[in-house]
């Protein structure tokens, strides 16, 4: 059932940065409705690698991409934000001093601010073009991340792909399942350590390669993987017994209907004012992987500090005519919503 919302700032993606900004935003009283596309929050910590280790977050020499959400959320949490999830924001529409915000499932969110936490954008796996994909896609057959690696433990991996997750999560899986990487040719993108590491792990009979090979062809029925046909560009075919297939062939992203928001947009990224993250419409800002401006590094730990610099900066605009006397947290506490 679609439902109208009023609050103070409509936060649009709930990755590392977006759920940052609820707290930012919170330790200065202001509320916040939480909106994302995927069906949980975390972004592409969530989705693409929960279990891989993030090793620039300040005070986690090394922390798990699920883990740091995990921690993001308990922090938020006082805040008590509303969350839209499973839905994009498809209008954004200016009323007042404030703004509109209409979700793809009829919910309209009334916000004093926007502040556009979208990080790449909307993205999706790049998906192999094969006869039958969807039927093993909707089994978890065929999977284009790992959420849980001991979901694959005793079983026949094959993995495509030649960048760092491909490589990464061979190495990951091979302990564990019977698994075969694939990949076009001998030469991959991935980190020079991680491909020797391969390298080694296949020369041991740990991994075994199909190198030059390409996706061909499932078999199975009902959903269960049987075997993954491969050939190579002279058409010769090899048939390799497999349960599950992953296929890391990057992510297809776009900003979506943002880009028709009258934005102003360098390369697919939104234009900021480094000092309030402001864009060229006020009231609107941008942090994180899809803003930019001179000097900007696509870190986590900057999308952070981004976030608290939004949340000052849009202060005045929840709280017109009154003041802000900035205390550090460890003085002044958690505030709660």
């Known amino acids: 059932m679609s439902q109208s919302i009023s609050t103070d700032v409509a936060i649009i993606g709930a990755g590392p940065a977006g759920l940052f900004a609820v707290f930012e935003c919170g330790m200065l009283k202001m509320r916040c409705v939480l909106i994302d596309t995927l069906e949980a929050t975390g972004g592409q910590c969530s989705a693409l690698y929960p279990e891989k280790p993030i090793y620039d977050v300040p005070a986690y020499p090394s922390i798990l991409a699920g883990d740091l959400i995990e ?49 790449a954008g909307a993205f999706g796996p790049n998906r192999p073009p094969l006869a039958g994909l969807e039927g093993f896609e909707a089994s978890g057959a065929v999977r284009y991340m790992v959420t ?42 991935a980190a020079p350590e991680s491909a020797a590491q391969l390298e080694a792990a296949a020369a041991r009979g740990e991994i075994e390669m199909a190198i030059p090979y390409q996706l061909h062809g499932l078999e199975g029925a009902d959903g269960a993987l049987e075997a993954v046909i491969l050939a190579t560009l002279k058409g010769e075919e090899k048939r390799v017994p497999a349960d599950h297939l992953l296929a890391f062939f990057g992510l297809s992203m776009e900003l979506g209907p943002i880009a028709e928001w009258g934005l102003g947009l360098e390369h697919h990224h939104i234009v900021v004012n480094p000092a309030t993250l402001e864009s060229n419409i006020p009231g609107v800002h941008a942090i994180g992987d899809v803003a930019t401006y001179p000097g900007k590094l696509k870190l986590i730990l900057q999308g952070f500090s981004e976030a608290a610099m939004a949340a000052h900066a849009i202060h005045p605009r929840v709280f017109p005519g009154e003041a802000l006397h900035f205390e550090y947290s460890t003085s002044k506490g958690v505030a709660t919503a």
């Open 71 to 119: 921690r993001l959320e308990a922090q938020a949490a006082p805040f008590a934000p509303v969350k839209l999830l499973g839905q994009r924001v498809d209008g954004l529409q200016r009323e007042g001093d404030g703004f509109v915000l209409t979700t793809s499932a009829g919910h309209q969110v009334r916000a004093k601010a926007v502040l556009i936490a979208a990080g």
């Open 148 to 189: 849980k690696r001991e979901a694959f433990r005793g079983k026949r991996v094959v993995i495509a792909g030649g960048g760092d997750s491909a490589v990464d999560w061979a190495l990951s899986l091979k302990d564990i399942a019977q698994v075969t990487m694939v990949h076009r040719r001998a030469k991959f993108r």
